[in-house]
């Protein structure tokens, strides 16, 4: 039986001091494997470095990890695709294991979980990125039913048929959010492996903005829950609309019973004018919810039909 042919996705943005580590690390444990480099308008010589350490190198000019791993589904062909970061702060050597549950599990994908163990809790020196890990984990889990240890990992093995049917509008580092709830709204093969991470090398520095980019992170997950969930979404603000509705109706119906007249008309427009529009959301949850039903089925046809 033929060998599957594997793909290593290394996303790279000014990481001159790391890329040759990690294309040399894949071409010690995994020599079999074509290693891409898609360099995304680094200023350092990240290009030149994977070029010379034995990489394929490519280039993308629209600024963002999430259009350069794009661009790397549509253009390159494999049966098994690795993605990770170009910083050196995931281990290589650990890529046999990995591929093994991912191949006898018959994966979608395998993702490299750095909490279980502490190690990233150890590691990493960001403040507040602990917190931001465990907030979104604990958003998706309970939103979604799943079980997920480690939502934002950079490392990651993908099927060809996930590769090649994976589609987002994201730009940037919201990026492994999106997988993951991707793969768990349509009900793909995730499982994960534990690992251990590292932190940056000296004079390694990251490009994540812990505020900004943690609130882009949450911005897109209420955003998913709306276009995966919408029942869900839209139910919950009907909910929260009628009960406000129900308060402001509160004063009108008082004074209607005592003085068999409404003082505060303004008032009891305001409330029915909320109670509408909640059982308009209502009715929105509803139609969309039939909707993403359907994307649902037509997904799976889709998906068991790609070779």
Known sequence: MESPKIAVLVPCYNEALTIGKVVSDFKTFLPNAEIYVYDNNSKDGTAAIAKEAGAIVQYEKKQGKANVVFKMFREIEADIYIMIDGDDTYPVDCVQEMLNQFTENNCDMLVGDRLSNNSYKNQNKRAFHNFGNNLVRGLINVFFGSQLKDILSGYRIFSK???KNYASTIKGFELETDLSIYS????LAIEEYSIDYRDRPEGSVSKLNTF???FKVIKLFFNLVRLYKPLLFFGAVSAILFVIGLLFMVVPIKEYFEYKYVYKVPTLI??????IVSLLSFMTGLILDNISIIDKKNFKVR???TK
């Open 161 to 163: 048929k996930f590769v």
């Open 184 to 187: 768990l709204n349509y009900e």
């Open 212 to 214: 900004t980019d943690g």
């Open 303 to 305: 998906f068991n039909s």
């Open 270 to 275: 305001f409330s029915i004018m909320l109670i």
